[in-house]
């Protein structure tokens, strides 16, 4: 997941792979000084750090999953980023405050760059959110289905939209909104990844512009 995947046009093809051939794959044909409109691009990977992130959500991969692996069947953790890239994420022990380990994560933002005055209290209100008794341990345990990362994730953010006055959401539609299509693309980009390292190249025909009439 961590090699850049290219994208070129040839020959009325969609190419995908990891480096640019000397030959198009398709017809044979040589790609030495093929037209700029026509010049090989790096597609943007659906994962970031963490780390260099800001008031997001972040999906990563459990700890208990070695493969570090997104797919549907895997075990993801979610935590919330405070302005210096500090993770901030509840486990059965209570709620970490991580400086690593989120290097590899699907990033969610929450707060609009323009939004000066919740930026500037994202950090106080994280940390007293985290020091409330509902994720102390000792008041409440850790639930993997009821009362896990995630119900700290959406708790915390729906206390923000409250604050702001603004209607809170419920788990269905903050997954549908703000996961799934995150999700649906690491799905994809991951599935095209698997498919180069066995196969070289992914190719499919070139969809054409539609021409405005005039």
């Known amino acids: 997941m961590e090699r850049s995947v290219i994208h070129l046009t040839h020959c009325q093809k969609e190419i995908f792979c990891f480096s640019v051939p000397e030959v198009c794959p398709s017809c044979g044909e040589e790609l030495k000084g093929r037209r700029l409109q026509e010049a090989p691009v790096s597609l943007p990977s659906p994962f970031t750090d963490g780390h260099k992130t800001s008031c997001c959500l972040l999906v990563a991969p459990a700890h208990n999953n070695l ?19 500090v993770v901030y994420n509840y486990t059965q022990d209570g709620v970490r405050r991580d400086q690593s380990g989120w290097a590899l994560c699907v990033s969610v933002p929450l707060v609009r760059p323009d939004m000066f005055h919740l930026l500037a209290q994202w950090d106080q209100y994280l940390e007293r959110f985290s020091e409330g008794p509902t994720w102390d341990p000792v008041w409440h345990k850790f639930h993997e289905d009821e009362h896990n990362c995630f119900s700290f ?4 953010l729906n206390s923000v939209l409250e604050l702001e006055g603004q209607s809170i959401l419920t788990r269905e539609e903050f997954t549908q909104s703000f996961i799934l299509p995150r999700m649906r693309r690491v799905s994809k980009y991951t599935t095209l990844i ?12 070139r969809q054409e512009e539609s021409t405005p009439n005039s």
């Open 194 to 205: 698997q498919h180069l390292q066995k196969h070289q190249y992914y190719m499919v025909d």
């Open 153 to 156: 994730c959406l708790q915390f």
């Open 67 to 85: 493969d570090r692996d997104f797919s549907g069947t895997s075990d993801l953790h979610t935590g919330i980023s405070n302005t210096k890239g």
